[in-house]
T-cell receptor
Framework: GENVEQHPSTLSVQEGDSAVIKCTYS??????FPWYKQELGKRPQLIID?????GEKKDQRIAVTLNKTAKHFSLHITETQPEDSAVYFC??????????FGRGTSLIVHP | GAGVSQSPSNKVTEKGKDVELRCDPI?????LYWYRQSLGQGLEFLIY????????KSGLPSDRFSAERTGGSVSTLTIQRTQQEDSAVYLC????????????FGEGSWLTVV
């Protein structure tokens, strides 16, 4: 089955800096890669996603890149703000019935 | 409905009791997933349904856990003879189908076994 590795587990940045979270996957049949943000005590919410026929996607301060050959994808947040502090999960789906999630990255943005 | 709805939102139960957690997916979503999230941990897959069928039950932690879905809509996760290690947030999610579509999460059911 699919295996998703996510790094780092914790990321601490100063407000205004950029943050990068990286994930790798194992199943070359996976074709859909969503990213979720989970604030404390809340549900995970989709913030951006990318499909395997696209190499990069951007939405304001958030961007995701995908390298199918290397089987890795990354989340980039620019000009971080304190409200970006949360746990971020990557996932890979489509190759099997079950979306497989990474273990999460706790992002802390210091004012 | 507008989103995935779960009940109860919070449940405190005594060790050894049975609990039922309910999930009402987004209308028209055929795929439904249950995940478990322990405090500060990631998302542990439990089971998924395509329609009323559960092709993969391999994520259920033990035979005390079971789930069903009726009418291709509401799903119930049942935990029998609860143990303290069952304490966690149980998240339900749904998607249009299982083939690489966005999944939407409910708010979760916070279960505490005392």
């Amino acid at each position: 089955g699919e295996n998703v590795e996510q790094h780092p587990s914790t990321l601490s940045v100063q407000e205004g800096d950029s943050a990068v979270i990286k994930c790798t996957y194992s199943d070359s049949a996976s074709n859909y890669f969503p990213w979720y943000k989970q604030e404390l005590g809340k549900r995970p919410q989709l913030i951006i996603d990318i499909r395997s026929n696209v190499g990069e996607k951007k939405d304001q301060r958030i961007a995701v890149t995908l390298n199918k050959t290397a089987k890795h994808f990354s989340l980039h947040i620019t000009e971080t703000q304190p409200e970006d502090s949360a746990v971020y999960f990557c996932a890979a789906a489509g190759g099997s019935y079950i979306p497989t999630f990474g273990r999460g990255t706790s992002l802390i943005v210091h004012p | 409905g507008a989103g995935v709805s779960q009940s109860p939102s919070n449940k405190v139960t005594e060790k050894g009791k049975d609990v039922e957690l309910r999930c009402d997916p987004i209308s028209g979503h055929t795929a439904l997933y249950w995940y478990r999230q322990s405090l500060g941990q990631g998302l542990e897959f439990l089971i998924y349904f395509q329609g009323n069928s559960a092709p993969d039950k391999s994520g259920l932690p033990s035979d005390r856990f079971s789930a069903e879905r009726t009418g291709g809509s509401v799903s119930t996760l049942t935990i029998q003879r609860t143990q303290q290690e069952d304490s966690a947030v149980y998240l339900c999610a749904s998607s249009v189908s299982y083939l690489g579509n966005t999944i939407y999460f409910g708010e979760g059911s916070w279960l505490t076994v005392v």
